[in-house]
């Protein structure tokens, strides 16, 4: 980040710009867009481009494309002033919302694409005579992730709706009620 000052308020925000730039890599967004994000989520006023490439020490066209994707993503909003020739921005504020628009994304761009890549391997492979016994088994595990996947996306569409700070006393009791399986198993 450029310099900022070094007030305490300050230092957190440039840590946690930094940390989520960081955490981008395993979120499966890149580190430039998620320092933006990181940026105008710890900021409570809206930004604009040019405010952003000054904190952060990036160029304006790495600003417009992040922007665009954030955007694109829904993680950030665009805010208009009366008379404001330019546009600010600002990042979606609830936590709740946030994750469940990462993990609606990732889905969508991650998971979705490779189980109907493998739905396409079974059934291509399917079509094929078995003339080895390591031909069905491996169609066999093609299709048990096949059919793992899917049971993801299906739990993931069903849970998405609870994400959401409102449902928190339902998600405990389902967290709980899996821990106390979780336990049970292996106790037995």
């Not at 079974?122 to 003339?131: A, I, L, S, V």
């Amino acid at each position: 980040m450029s310099s900022t000052p070094s007030d305490p308020y300050h230092k957190a925000v440039e840590e946690f710009v930094l940390l989520w730039g960081d955490m981008a890599s395993a979120w499966g967004i890149n580190k430039t867009m998620a320092q933006i994000h990181a940026l105008l989520y710890a900021e409570s006023a809206p930004m604009d481009a040019d405010s952003i490439m000054e904190n952060l020490g990036i160029s304006r066209g790495n600003v417009s494309m992040n922007l665009r994707n954030l955007l694109q993503w829904q993680l950030i909003h665009k805010v208009h002033y009366k008379g404001e020739r330019r546009e600010f921005y600002t990042a979606e504020k609830e936590v709740w919302t946030l994750v469940s628009t990462l993990i609606r994304e990732r889905q969508q761009r991650e998971i979705a694409p490779i189980r109907k890549r493998l739905e396409d391997l079974e059934r291509n492979f399917g079509k094929q005579p078995f003339d080895r016994p390591e031909s069905r088994e491996f169609q066999e595990r093609i299709h048990d992730f096949t059919e793992f996947l899917v049971m993801f996306e299906r739990f993931t569409d069903a849970m998405l709706p609870y994400i959401h700070k409102r449902h928190l006393g339902f998600l405990k009791k389902l967290v709980k009620m899996a821990e106390a399986h979780q336990s049970w198993k292996e106790r037995s």
